[in-house]
């Protein structure tokens, strides 16, 4: 028995079940039923008469009768008629949905395919598989993650030595969902599963780290899209951004002084290396991986890498060396072995590579508790701003590529220019009133 109306979520929970099984039919997707068997069950499915004459049906969603006719994957008319519409359309140019997802790839795989392969060789990749796996990890990662933690609270509780890899962190509920997210088949994921594990992530590691793992699942997935690893619309583009508050700490030019002296107690590499941030207003990871033969000591100056640089350069970047750094580094090259780099790390043939310890000490002995290494990079920036350096001079002073990166000083610059005022026409009105 067959009877037709317009779904919407309010009447599909108020169908009943009755003696036999009802098929109901969508009055605005033809090609869409909903049938009840008499103990309540519901399956929403699509029948299409193929050219042939071979009559092919598509369960796309199951319910029960009452509150849960729609929910889990699908949680809306709107979103059963979207699934509808893709089925059919499948159906028509021959495919079976059925075996597509039964042969398609889990959600974590796709991802981890991205991170570990399209990525590959990438600057940003090392972060992205710390972001992926701290937080979209699969099952089995999870599992490691639970044997980590376990291991790591085992050491600190007995007083042993903590485990090389440092601080392990336990996992939360977010990164449950995500191992059950990452277990789903791709086709299968929806906009409100990736709603759901970036709300997840946002309370409990901040808005900032949530919009880092929306946008990495959404950069994956458009990828795999364009690869057609995955059939569809995304399902993360309908997922709205957390707003952030970008941070602008900075160390006053008074404060300085206090700075430089808690670098110095620090002994090498750190205190050289922390010296040369703050001179230049590089970033941390172009610091690091500072070689010799980027030094030009006698024209006091730095070239730096297009490929070393942020984002997609097309030239090398020139950074003007001061003379108490020219010195550092003269003190640095007569010391230095055959090693290529500036800072070469005293256990690997690479750089340094871990300055958090180090900086931690610093700020502590500073009175700067929560003075970040970056902002290293923005005092860099404040002290030429308030010196009179314009917006457009500190842009290139520190390599950006874009003005809109160089317009969160603007803040320094109007302080700049509102001392500038009082000095100027301070001494206008002094003059006046005598």
């Not at 997922?239 to 970008?246: A, D, L, S």
């Not at 070393?308 to 108490?324: I, Q």
Request: with cysteine; proline share 6%; glycine share 6%.
């Amino acid at each position: 028995m067959r009877r037709d109306f317009l779904f919407s979520k309010d009447r599909l929970k108020n169908l009943k079940p009755e003696s036999v099984s009802i098929t109901y039919g969508d009055k605005r997707t033809p090609g869409l039923y909903c049938r009840v068997s008499p103990k309540g069950k519901m399956t929403y499915f699509v029948r299409r008469r193929l050219p042939g004459g071979e009559s092919v049906r598509h369960v796309i969603h199951r319910g029960t009768v009452g509150p849960e006719a729609l929910e889990g994957a699908i949680r809306t008319a709107d979103e059963l008629r979207q699934a509808a519409t893709a089925a059919l359309q499948a159906l028509s140019k021959g495919d079976r949905p059925g075996e597509q997802i039964r042969g398609a790839s889990t959600f974590g795989a796709l991802i981890r395919r991205h991170v570990d392969h399209r990525m590959a060789g990438k600057k940003s990749q090392p972060q992205l598989q710390a972001l992926q796996r701290r937080h979209l990890p699969d099952r089995a990662q999870l599992r490691q993650l639970h044997a980590e933690y376990a291991e790591f609270k085992r050491c600190q509780d007995a007083g042993e030595r903590l485990p090389r890899r440092g601080k392990a962190y336990p996992p939360t509920a977010a990164a449950e969902i995500a191992a059950a997210l990452m277990a789903k088949r791709a086709p299968l994921v929806k906009a409100h599963d990736i709603e759901r594990l970036h709300e997840a992530i946002t309370k409990e590691s901040g808005p900032v780290v949530g919009n880092r793992v929306y946008a990495l699942l959404r950069r994956a997935i458009n990828l795999a899209i364009e690869k057609r690893d995955f059939i569809g619309e995304n399902p993360a583009a309908a997922i709205k951004r957390n707003k952030e508050r970008p941070r602008h700490n900075f160390v006053p030019e008074s404060e300085i002084p206090k700075l430089l002296a808690a670098m110095a107690k620090e002994g090498e590499p750190w205190a050289d290396f922390f010296q040369v941030l703050l001179l230049t207003g590089s970033r941390k990871a172009t610091a690091l991986s500072m070689e010799w033969k980027e030094i030009d000591l006698e024209g006091r100056r730095w070239t730096i890498p297009a490929a070393k640089m942020k984002g997609e350069r097309d030239h090398d970047m020139v950074v003007p060396l001061l003379p108490e750094l020219v010195e550092i580094l003269s003190r640095r090259k007569r010391l230095a072995d055959d090693s290529p780099w500036v800072f070469p790390s005293g256990r690997t043939d690479g750089p340094i590579a871990n300055p958090r310890p180090a900086w931690v000490r610093i700020r502590e002995r500073a009175g700067m508790p929560h003075l970040r290494v970056h902002d290293l990079r923005h005092s860099h920036a404040s002290l030429l701003i308030n010196s009179g350096v314009s917006l457009a001079l500190v842009g290139k002073a520190l390599g950006h590529a874009s003005p809109r990166s160089t317009e969160t000083y603007s803040h320094v610059e109007q302080t700049a220019v509102e001392q500038a005022q009082q000095q100027s026409w301070g001494k206008v009105l002094r003059k006046k009133g005598s």
